[in-house]
């Protein structure tokens, strides 16, 4: 919908900017194995700007390299290459087997950080179209098994997460908030999953998941405003609370379409960036704060601190570069997530601008997408008290 509206994104742009960060350690691991293979490390070399002595000496110790006086050579009988993947860094892919009528055929590979929510026992798990239902998930042996089906649903993971921020690299003013970059810790866990009907999209069951919670030291961007700025602009807060899950649906969509990503490669978090809740819709399609648990916490106790806080964070460990550059353009990210939501034509909020949304609960001051608009207004800064006044 932003496209069709600004052909100019394509049509007019500066040439591509995509770019990772080759010194994050995952990736840079990965480089050093493969040029270890090809040449040996003499000492005092760096890999690009980076000394990599201690780099050098953990693969040794690991039983790949081997020092000899002042050379590190290769001695592992693997070909590093093969490991190294141009779609993820994460090792362990998910192999899914089809066991119909007694098969046992290798049909497809998943990535470790997507298994959790397409894998789980009882998913609708689609290849080229066709629907298949996973039987079993062997999480320690990495394999899913699946079975052919015709099902008329498919199936939505419920998850929770969990993001602290470790250390803030940057931060500056944005609006009457403020905007940062930093490392963040991030906890996910599947707790169950919706079966939705095709074409109707009504919900037609539930189940539970029962896996491991996945953890990540990654970077991340966020945006937060003021308990005292969100008390004189909504009337509770959960009517802010559905203003920041929609301006973050906005915000998590112009940041992938400017970074050159795909949304999966950037992670969306509302919460209060301590770890002790998240926002998330509940059964009712309401604006919600969760534990990690999946329990209420409750947000009605004034003397309670609230800081709602909208995080983009590196969908991958350690981050791979992305949130960096998208902090360097935070301001047009926000503009351009405003730009979304206002001219989009519906009257309180859809799947183009803000996400599927429930029509506003009666003497609600604000629908949800009145309530997103003016969360990204008063981010963004821009006629931040003529927007309170209109909204």
């Not at 609006?175 to 991030?186: I, L, N, R, S």
């Not at 997530?337 to 989009?344: E, I, N, P, S, Y």
């Amino acid at each position: 919908q932003h496209l069709a509206r600004h052909p100019e994104t394509l049509l007019d742009a500066s040439p591509e900017h995509a770019r990772i960060d080759p010194d994050q350690l995952l990736i840079l691991m990965d480089h050093i194995r493969c040029a270890a293979f090809e040449l040996p490390f003499g000492e005092g070399e760096t890999f690009g700007q980076v000394p990599i002595g201690e780099a050098l000496d953990y693969l040794a110790a690991q039983g790949v390299l081997h020092r000899e006086g002042a050379r590190w050579h290769w001695i592992a009988d693997s070909y590093p290459a093969n490991t190294v993947g141009l779609r993820s860094i994460a090792e362990g892919n998910f192999l899914v087997v089809d066991i119909t009528d007694g098969a046992r055929n290798i049909i497809a590979e998943v990535d470790y950080s997507a298994a959790a929510v397409t894998l789980y026992e009882g998913a609708i798990h689609l290849i080229q179209a066709s629907p298949w239902q996973v039987e079993k998930l062997d999480w320690v042996g990495r394999k899913a098994y699946v079975r052919s089906v015709t099902a008329d649903y498919y199936t939505d993971a419920i998850d929770y997460t969990k993001l602290k921020v470790l250390d803030a690299f940057e931060a500056s003013a944005s609006g009457e908030g403020h905007a940062g970059h930093g490392e963040v810790h991030v906890v996910r866990r599947v707790a169950g999953y919706k079966k939705i009907r095709y074409y109707t999209h009504e919900n037609i069951g539930y189940g539970n998941v029962n896996l491991p919670d996945l953890e990540m030291h990654t970077t991340a961007v966020w945006w937060t405003l003021p308990p005292e700025v969100i008390a004189s602009a909504f009337a509770s807060r959960f009517e802010a609370l559905d203003g920041f899950l929609g301006a973050a649906y906005a915000l998590h969509h112009m940041a992938a379409l400017l970074s050159l990503a795909e949304l999966k490669d950037i992670g969306r978090s509302v919460g209060d960036g301590e770890s002790r809740w998240s926002a998330t819709l509940d059964s009712n399609g309401r604006a919600a704060a969760r534990t990690l648990d999946g329990q209420p916490f409750s947000l009605d106790d004034p003397r309670q601190p609230f800081h709602p806080t909208v995080h983009l964070y590196d969908h991958y460990p350690g981050g791979i570069g992305i949130s960096a550059p998208l902090y360097d353009i935070r301001d047009q990210v926000l503009q351009r997530a405003r730009d979304l939501v206002g001219q989009c034509p519906c009257p309180a909020g859809c799947p183009a601008c803000i996400g599927p949304v429930l029509p506003p609960e009666p003497g609600a001051r604000h629908t949800a997408k009145s309530a997103a608009l003016l969360v990204l207004d008063l981010l963004g800064g821009a006629n931040a008290g003529a927007a309170r006044a209109t909204h």
